[in-house]
């Protein structure tokens, strides 16, 4: 075999590993994450803390982005998102919002310059308007939040339209 040859073959076999493989590492990385529901009192509670963190910004943008990073960060992990790192929540959060992702992750690095004294306000505020996309999908209801409440049992009547008792034992004979 000529040394063409062989390597055309070794990049054929390369290349069909690697279709095979890609699959299996895609679904490790996805999986299935669990996403907490989030109660209509804390979903509330976030939309108060972001309005007014950026009612803030123009008096305080530096206090309001890093602000807004703990707030996303704290939101993620209330949905379900892994705590241990940033790095860990965010590929996890890319899984379900590719779209939103890239605007956390600007919130992140321009609240790190921030912290480095080396941010400019329309920067600031470009980030903080790029992750509030993410933030609304987290903090809008899901329908695993909102589960009906179970229906009670409708009690039987007596022919008066009363409840009657309930037995807690055998009846007694008398």
């Known amino acids: 075999m000529s040394t063409v040859t ?6 054929a076999l390369a290349a069909m590993a690697g279709l095979v493989i890609a699959p299996s590492v895609r679904q490790g990385r996805s999986g299935d994450l669990p996403v907490r529901s989030l109660p209509p009192e804390a ?7 972001w309005a ?20 996303l960060g704290a939101l993620a992990v209330d949905r379900g998102y892994p705590a241990e790192s940033d790095e860990k929540r965010m590929d996890a959060l890319s899984v379900r919002h590719p779209g939103e992702i ?14 480095e004294g080396e941010a400019d306000t329309e920067r ?4 903080l308007v790029a992750a509030r996309p993410l933030f ?7 329908p695993h939040d909102e589960r009906p409440l179970p229906r009670p049992v409708p009690r039987q009547r007596d022919h008066q339209g009363r409840i009657p008792r309930q037995r807690l034992g055998p009846a007694a004979d008398h």
């Open 52 to 71: 007014g963190l950026q009612e803030r910004f123009v008096d305080s943008p530096g206090w309001a982005l890093r602000e807004a990073d703990r707030l």
């Open 43 to 49: 979903r509330e509670q976030y939309a108060a803390r």
């Open 102 to 115: 890239d605007g956390y992750r600007r919130l992140h690095t321009m609240a790190a310059r921030v912290h």
């Open 124 to 127: 600031m505020r470009e980030a």
């Open 6 to 11: 062989l390597i055309i073959l070794l990049a």
């Open 136 to 142: 609304e999908q987290l903090v809008r209801a899901q």
